[in-house]
């Protein structure tokens, strides 16, 4: 692994959060994509994390014009690891490609405009669905509730990734 930073976009601090940890076991800087962009030249090596947001990792195809992405990480509502296939498509990257999905938590006051508005419908519907599975449960409980499920325990596959 020959990533010189780690770069992110943070909507409610848990990808921060996550960025923070992996830098420290990894003893590399972590950088908001902003300030990367200022700071770090074009095609610098990078891990890139972003949040989660309809199976997409925000500003991916951003920071990809930008940096040389050695592996991308997801930030998101669902549980560690389960939302990697997906992700994956939706930043079109082969199967071979390093992606990770991490679960982060849930912030409303911290959502804003759109987003805000977005995690209500998204409320509403699972509310009103009926015969909900008990993953569709734990996430309807997470969305009125909300949580912080940052861990470092759940850095393990990329940091295996990494150590190579």
């Not at 990894?26 to 200022?38: K, W």
């Not at 669902?78 to 990770?100: I, M, N, Y």
């Not at 599975?133 to 990734?161: C, F, N, P, Q, R």
Request: net charge positive.
């Amino acid at each position: 692994m020959d990533a010189r930073a780690i770069v992110y976009v943070s909507n409610t601090g848990h990808t921060a959060a996550y960025a923070s940890l992996l830098a420290d076991r990894l003893a590399l800087p972590s950088l908001t994509l902003d300030a990367a962009c200022r700071e770090l030249p074009p095609g610098t090596p990078v891990i890139y994390m972003g949040w989660l947001m309809a199976g997409t990792v925000k500003d991916y195809r951003k920071a990809a014009k930008r940096f040389a992405i050695r592996a991308v990480c997801g930030v998101g509502l669902g549980d560690t690891g389960s939302q990697d296939a997906a992700a994956r498509k939706a930043c079109g990257l082969p199967e071979d490609f390093p992606v990770f999905t991490l679960q982060g938590g849930m912030d409303l006051t911290k959502l804003h405009g759109p987003y805000r508005l977005a995690i209500r419908l998204l409320t509403k519907g699972m509310a009103a669905k009926q015969n909900r599975t008990s993953d569709e449960d734990k996430m309807l409980a997470l969305l009125i509730k909300g949580g912080d499920y940052v861990s470092g325990e759940h850095l393990s596959s990329i940091l295996a990734w990494a150590a190579g």
